[in-house]
């Protein structure tokens, strides 16, 4: 009982340790009950800013998608593409009689002949007419540039016999008004390349190739055979050999890859609409090159 009793027994120093702890204890615990909801406040302020924050990035992000608009660069409107008029919002029955107008050899040549040969509403001319561009021969037909465009052109009652532009010479195409002898090279080798041409829509691609040009050789020109065309084995060949296809680069190629891999092949023009930077302004004409 004794040995038991010397467990119970401090010294003075023993006995303000265990006070000092007790003091600290108690205060510990005071401060947590008095100061614990500021505590989490504060904590949870700070959560609140970051998610407010995050929150406000997010709402200015969906402002700016909100409020963005496709830009409208000036361009031709006698050279719309189907994708073009799709984009501009056009139906496909005003892109068919445009279409209809142009395979006639004939040209629109201000926005209102735009609006009489498309059939447009007036809302949509106003929307669009302000980025038409035409040739400077066109809005100044009485200047000089006009009377030296015109010298090169077929007489109105001329009977205008149309080659065909897979039979044409290197001299033929010098002789169609702003085709000098290296772009006429440019277009033999663009030939060359794709073994014929499909469609005249393709010459507005060629760089170089001005309105006044594209005019002057869609009069002169025609496609009336196909001999040579090179079929592309989109399904087939390597990343390597679709670079070498005038349309394709490099980064077209490689998705071409991957989408086929991926989708069990490519069956036809929808499933090129699918794949990531593929040309849709261009797409007719590269379907008429490719084999499924």
């Not at 052109?153 to 044409?168: G, R, T, V």
């Not at 040009?213 to 009336?224: G, I, M, S, Y």
């Not at 989708?263 to 929808?270: E, F, M, S, V």
Request: hydrophobic fraction near 40%; aromatic fraction near 14%; charge should be positive.
């Amino acid at each position: 009982m004794t040995k038991l009793k010397t467990y119970f027994l401090f010294s003075r120093d023993h006995r303000s340790g265990i006070f000092l702890l007790f003091t600290l204890i108690i205060l510990v615990q005071l401060a947590y009950f008095f100061f614990k909801d500021d505590f989490f406040n504060l904590k949870n302020n700070s959560n609140d800013k970051a998610w407010l924050s995050i929150q406000n990035e997010i709402d200015s992000l969906k402002n700016i998608h909100q409020n963005k608009k496709d830009t409208i660069f000036p361009f031709n409107p006698n050279f719309i593409t189907d994708y073009k008029g799709y984009k501009l919002g056009m139906s496909i029955q005003e892109i068919d009689r445009l279409h209809a107008f142009r395979n006639k050899g004939e040209y629109v040549n201000s926005a209102k002949e735009f609006q009489h040969v498309t059939k447009v509403s007036d809302a949509f001319l106003a929307k669009i007419s302000p980025y038409f561009k035409f040739p400077d021969w066109v809005k100044n037909k009485t200047n000089i540039t006009s009377q030296k465009f015109h010298k090169f052109l077929p007489k109105e009652k001329e009977k205008i016999i149309q080659k065909d532009i897979n039979s044409a010479s290197r001299e033929d195409l010098i002789a169609v008004y702003g085709i000098g002898e290296k772009l006429a090279d440019k277009i033999m080798q663009e030939k060359e390349k794709l073994g014929c041409f499909v469609s005249m829509g393709q010459f507005q691609f060629i760089w170089g190739i001005s309105p006044e040009a594209l005019a002057d050789l869609e009069k002169r020109f025609t496609v009336k055979s196909q001999d040579g065309l090179k079929k592309i084995k989109i399904n087939e060949l390597s990343q390597k050999d679709l670079v070498k296809f005038p349309y394709f680069n490099y980064a077209l190629a490689k998705e071409i890859v991957i989408y086929r891999t991926m989708n069990n092949g490519i069956k036809n023009i929808d499933d090129l609409t699918k794949i990531k930077g593929m040309p849709n302004d261009k797409i007719q004409i590269i379907n008429l090159y490719l084999d499924f």
